[in-house]
């Protein structure tokens, strides 16, 4: 049996970001990820500061642990990280959910292409701007969204860019252009990790998505296109496991 790397199981809580946000759901976090985003909000999966608490655990384990934790108050499941992509056989996770009816969705930042990506029921890619400090691989990105379009997935499949600042409106613009049949989402960055009041955040932030919504409003290349909070970090701040 395979074994998987897995930092967190929570919920049931809802999606707070794109194209499921409030969807009712569980969370699978993966540990480890290929890039290290300046900015990334769940930099415990990959910095080390939590490798103590990563588990290796098999799907079934994985399903276990999902419904001791979840019980019958849920029918969906967020795989995150980290990059879940990085997992070859994760599809032996995702059939067993789909027996029992429950609906998969992922987040990963479109850096490493796997088969089972064709099996996820909201497939969210979220190619990283600028203010990241990291550099997409438009080969890859292209191999992934063809490989999609080629499987008839595009129906399940997301963009989301986070923005920081203008450089991340302009990167946003290029990938909308890019790739202009994919349901496309601009997602306001967190740039207050530290605060630990929830509403002070959550003011510092709805700051921040009136400023993107100004952007895009302006901007003539981002037309069809959904500007989003993180919810949960609305809610709950920067509180982990929600
Ligand atoms: C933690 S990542 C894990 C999945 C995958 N590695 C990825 O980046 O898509 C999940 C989502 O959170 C977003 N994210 C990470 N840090 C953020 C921050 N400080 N503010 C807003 N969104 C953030 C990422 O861009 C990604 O869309
Ligand atoms: N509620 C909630 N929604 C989320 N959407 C994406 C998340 C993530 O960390 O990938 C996340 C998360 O951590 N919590
Ligand atoms: S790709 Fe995702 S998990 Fe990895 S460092 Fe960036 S935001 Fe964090
Ligand atoms: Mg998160």
């Not at 980290?82 to 429950?102: D, M, S, T, W």
Request: hydrophobic letters at 40%.
């Amino acid at each position: 049996m395979n074994k998987f790397p897995v930092l967190e199981i929570f919920g049931p809580t809802i999606q707070g970001e794109g194209m499921v946000v409030g969807r009712k759901t569980m969370f699978v976090r993966t540990a480890g990820c290929d890039y290290s985003c300046s900015w990334c909000d769940s930099a415990f999966t990959w910095d080390g500061s939590a490798k103590h608490d990563i588990e290796r655990l098999t799907s079934e384990e994985i399903v276990t642990r999902l419904i001791d934790t979840g019980g019958e108050q849920f029918d969906h499941v967020t795989i995150s990280g980290g990059n879940p992509a990085l997992l070859k056989n994760l599809h032996e996770l995702i059939v067993p959910l789909h027996e029992r009816g429950i609906e998969v969705a992922l987040e990963t930042q479109g850096s490493r292409w796997q088969e089972w990506f064709t099996q996820i029921d909201d497939l969210t890619i979220s190619p990283k701007p600028p203010s990241s400090g990291m550099k997409t691989d438009w080969n890859i990105l292209d191999d992934i969204l063809i490989r999609l379009e080629g499987a008839d997935r595009l129906q399940n499949t997301s963009i989301k860019v986070v923005i920081f600042n203008k450089e991340d409106l302009s990167y946003a613009e290029k990938v909308h252009e890019r790739y202009p049949n994919v349901p496309f989402f601009l997602q306001v960055g967190n740039d207050d990790l530290e605060e630990n009041e929830a509403g002070t955040l959550a003011s510092h932030l709805l700051d921040q998505y009136e400023w993107l919504i100004d952007q895009v409003v302006a901007s003539s290349k981002l037309n069809k296109v959904r500007v989003l909070p993180q919810v949960h970090a609305l809610v709950w701040g920067n509180k982990r496991g929600v």
